[in-house]
């Protein structure tokens, strides 16, 4: 049976390489080795599970929230008010313009969404500067896309594997957030220096670069009024990281927001309960700053939580679909038996390289990792290094992603720029390795 099982893996991986829907693949490969482990009524059961776990309820209010800045226009306030300063110096605009990417994802939980967000700001000063559209292209993937996400104790692959998992979704995010910190630094700085000569592209890649049409048109931007940054609009997008970051290291006067409500159906949310305080208060307070707009804002927070349970929890769904027919055909505990139980070198090579690997050819960081932490994490013992795994394989999802030609937000920046997606991505990559090697050496060394 176990071959068997690794026969619907590839079958799997090969559909899911080709395009087909990542959900639709999950889903059907694991009611299949369900089925033919004799137990179907596990995927429907463990389906009925994961619809109400208690994971949906933080990742639902943090994607309603960042509908909410978009209604509200405060994403767009924190992008100009962050590249500001780099309009007075122009040798800044490169690494600045990459670090302002990744604050904003931060903020702004989708990489398409925050480079949607800065590109028609941030491309110009580039070109101004003298950089060409190859370099301000992979610039902007790389700061959208490195992990600004993971920097916020709601985002949504943490969140989504200490649901899975049970692992604490703050002790994930304390190994993962110094990790993607030092990455990105180390990353930026690699591709500044090593792009400081901004005529540095070869004749040959200026050859392809005219040759190529655009994989997406887009949009010329329409002629506004510039816009005057708001301060305290700019602001919202940071005030729940901020209160979530200060509660979870232990600040008194912020405890009552991770404070539970007495009662047993209150213990199993004591985990959801201060990321949906926080994204209801920043909510709130979005709403007091654009008090005329409070109907869309209204409605912008419903509508964001349901694309978030259409997009991501779905997505998590049919993960732990697909997780459940493996542990039904015995594949996740002979995988935990041959990696000695989830400790050791093999075991964060796997822990790394299975998400990179399967994120570099899908386009997508959250289904390999979700993958990864319903196959393998799901199946460990709390005495065990879960929590090492699970960070490793958080950030080694988003690197596969930034480097994927495929995947959504190397497709976007390439049609703004109008260069092959290839191309974007060969010029990221030195930069990339260098930033993933140093944040999987800091996450696995802060074990």
């Not at 957030?177 to 930026?188: D, K, Q």
């Not at 509660?247 to 213990?267: F, T």
């Amino acid at each position: 049976m176990l071959f068997v099982a690794f026969l619907i893996i590839a079958a799997t991986v090969y559909l899911m390489v080709r395009r087909v829907e990542v959900r639709l693949a999950l889903l059907g490969a694991g009611l299949l080795m369900a089925t033919l482990a004799g137990k179907p009524l596990a995927v429907f059961d463990t389906f009925t599970s994961a619809m109400v776990a208690a994971m949906v309820a933080p990742i639902c209010a943090a994607m309603g929230f960042a509908a909410v800045l978009k209604a509200t226009g405060c994403d767009r306030h924190l992008v100009h008010l962050l590249l500001v300063p780099l309009r007075r110096v122009q040798w800044t605009v490169l690494p600045g313009g990459m670090l302002a990417a990744y604050l904003v994802n931060l903020a702004v939980p989708s990489q398409t969404s925050t480079a949607a967000a800065l590109g028609p700001v941030l491309m110009p000063l580039l070109l101004a500067a003298g950089t060409g559209p190859e370099i301000a292209g992979a610039a902007l993937i790389l700061g959208a896309s490195f992990g600004g996400d993971l920097l916020s104790p709601a985002a949504q692959d943490v969140l989504a594997v200490s649901g899975v998992t049970g692992l604490s979704a703050p002790a994930l995010s304390a190994r993962v957030i110094p990790a993607s910190i030092a990455g990105a630094l180390t990353a930026f700085a690699v591709f500044a220096l090593g792009n400081r000569r901004t005529k540095a592209t070869s004749k040959d890649d200026e050859a392809a670069e005219a040759s190529v049409s655009p994989v997406v048109t887009a949009p010329p931007a329409e002629e506004a009024a510039p816009l005057r940054p708001s301060i305290i609009k700019a602001l919202v997008p940071l005030v729940p990281i901020v209160l979530l970051l200060l509660a979870y290291a232990g600040w008194e006067p912020l405890q009552w927001l991770r404070q539970v409500p007495p009662g047993d159906d209150w213990e199993r949310l004591k985990g959801a309960l201060p990321v949906v305080r926080a994204m209801l208060l920043g909510t709130l307070l979005a709403a007091v700053v654009s008090w005329r707009e409070v109907t869309q804002i209204t409605r912008s927070l419903f509508e964001g939580m349901g694309v978030a349970y259409g997009s991501i929890i779905s997505l998590t769904i049919t993960a732990q679909c697909f997780g459940a027919g493996l542990a039904a055909l015995g594949v996740s505990g002979a995988l935990v038996r041959l990696l000695g139980g989830g400790s050791g070198p093999v075991a964060y090579l796997l822990a790394a390289g299975f998400p990179w690997a399967l994120a570099t050819l899908s386009g997508s960081g959250s289904g390999p990792v979700l993958t990864f932490a319903q196959t393998f994490l799901a199946r460990l013992g709390s005495g065990h290094d879960a929590v090492t795994l699970g960070a490793l394989a958080c950030l080694a999802g988003a690197f596969g992603r930034t480097m994927s030609p495929v995947a959504a937000v190397v497709i976007y920046t390439s049609g703004l720029v109008g260069v092959s997606p290839i191309l974007l991505v060969r010029r990221l990559l030195p930069a990339l390795l260098c930033g993933a090697a140093v944040a999987l050496a800091v996450a696995i060394a802060r074990r």
